[in-house]
């Protein structure tokens, strides 16, 4: 902004519901207004297709002179740089396509009576024939307007020959779950590399009898419990001294076309939650993405059956966030 440059950024009004969290986003907000910086926080109204739900605004993005950007799962702080996670740089129409995202969703955040359409637009297609080095990619979210990650993710699941890898911070039991196990049912190949979920490091320290009670693997607990049961290999991405949890939430498959981006595989991330994913098909980045996910799997060490502790403590958070 120092050099001229229009800078706009839209965060989400509940600027995070960890404590730790919201104290550093609160921080980043109040920054960016003592800069000058236009700075807005989210529309609060429920989605019109999710009117019993308050939003989250979870989208990950950067548009830089609409010709590229950045989208993915990484948050942005110092809390957050331990996170494994990925962000997909693109360039061209993509790029210019997530600049008008921006612009129609903070319409709504600036003007209240401005008519919000339920539904949702059309996926547009990919081209059936391109150069075998080019990557074609197009844009799938959830939110006023959007409800098509879930389609495509239902899509890409279904015409799925050979092989699906899957990174997923949070998943859910929900209709997208039945399709992952009716593609091991296919005799397919499938993985699922899930986050353990010890988070902590991110309570604070007065809350030290919760910190030694949290349940490692609650939140997935109930899908996990599912694929193991229907044979599927799962795994827990190893943390440490690197990386403190997986954030990743991305897709392969048949190591020919991926879906990357903020949503996780749950009721929220497909209802109510905000986000924004990119699909891919051709080109180099499908192989930087599977390499990426056979490094992880590699490492990750096989998921035990989830106790009865998690499973309960799962079914709480399904019923009040998930």
Same mark, same amino acid.
């Given at each position: 902004?120092?050099?001229?440059v229009?800078?706009?950024v839209?965060?989400?009004?509940?600027?995070?519901?960890?404590?730790?969290?919201?104290?550093?986003?609160?921080?980043?907000y109040?920054?960016?207004?003592?800069?000058?910086?236009?700075?807005?926080?989210?529309?609060?109204?429920?989605?019109p297709?999710s009117?019993?739900?308050?939003?989250?605004?979870?989208?990950?993005?950067?548009?830089?002179d609409?010709?590229?950007?950045?989208?993915?799962?990484?948050? #942005?702080?110092? !809390?957050?740089?331990? $996170?494994?996670? %990925?962000m997909?740089?693109?360039? *061209?129409p993509?790029?210019?396509? =997530?600049?008008?995202q921006?612009?129609?969703?903070?319409?709504?955040?600036l003007?209240?009576?401005?008519?919000?359409?339920a539904?949702?637009?059309?996926r547009?297609?990919?081209?059936?024939?391109?150069?075998?080095e080019?990557?074609?990619a197009?844009?799938?979210?959830?939110?006023?307007?959007?409800?098509?990650?879930?389609?495509?993710i239902?899509e890409?699941l279904?015409?799925?020959?050979?092989?699906?890898?899957?990174?997923?911070?949070?998943i859910?039991?929900t209709?997208?779950?039945?399709?992952?196990?009716?593609?091991?049912?296919?005799?397919?190949d499938?993985?699922?590399?899930?986050d353990?979920?010890?988070?902590?490091?991110?309570?604070?320290?007065?809350l030290?009898?919760?910190?030694?009670?949290?349940?490692?693997?609650?939140?997935?607990?109930?899908? #996990?419990?599912? !694929?193991?049961?229907? $044979?599927i290999? %799962?795994?827990n991405f190893t943390? *440490?001294?690197?990386?403190?949890? =997986?954030?990743?939430?991305?897709?392969?498959?048949?190591e020919?076309?991926?879906?990357?981006g903020?949503?996780?595989?749950?009721?929220?991330?497909?209802?109510?939650v905000?986000e924004?994913d990119?699909e891919?098909?051709g080109?180099?980045?499908?192989?930087?993405?599977?390499r990426?996910?056979?490094?992880?799997?590699?490492?990750?060490?096989?998921?035990a059956m989830?106790?009865?502790?998690?499973?309960?403590a799962?079914?709480?958070?399904?019923?009040?966030?998930?």
């Open positions: 902004i120092a050099e001229g229009c800078v706009r839209t965060l989400d009004r509940a600027l995070g519901f960890l404590p730790v969290v919201r104290r550093e986003c609160r921080n980043t109040r920054r960016l207004q003592k800069e000058g910086i236009d700075v807005a926080l989210s529309d609060p109204r429920p989605f297709d009117p019993t739900h308050t939003p989250v605004i979870h989208n990950k993005l950067l548009v830089i609409d010709e590229e950007a950045m989208v993915g799962g990484m948050n #942005v702080g110092s !809390l957050f740089f331990r $996170h494994h996670d %990925v997909i740089h693109l360039r *061209g993509a790029a210019r396509a =997530l600049g008008r921006f612009d129609y969703d903070r319409q709504f955040v003007d209240a009576q401005q008519q919000r359409p539904g949702s637009h059309t547009p297609p990919f081209r059936t024939q391109h150069h075998p080019d990557t074609w197009r844009l799938l979210g959830t939110g006023v307007g959007r409800r098509t990650t879930r389609d495509a239902v890409r279904r015409a799925a020959r050979s092989s699906i890898f899957i990174a997923m911070s949070e859910g039991r209709d997208v779950l039945r399709e992952v196990i009716a593609a091991k049912e296919r005799g397919l499938v993985r699922v590399l899930v353990p979920q010890d988070i902590r490091e991110y309570l604070p320290p007065f030290g009898a919760l910190r030694g009670f949290v349940t490692k693997g609650a939140l997935n607990a109930l899908a #996990v419990k599912e !694929l193991l049961e229907k $044979h290999s %799962v795994r943390v *440490g001294d690197e990386f403190a949890l =997986l954030h990743l939430k991305m897709a392969v498959f048949d020919e076309s991926a879906i990357v903020s949503t996780n595989w749950t009721r929220g991330g497909f209802g109510w905000g924004t990119i891919l098909r080109g180099q980045v499908i192989g930087q993405l599977t990426q996910f056979n490094r992880d799997w590699d490492s990750a060490a096989p998921a989830p106790s009865p502790m998690a499973r309960f799962c079914r709480i958070y399904e019923r009040l966030v998930q």
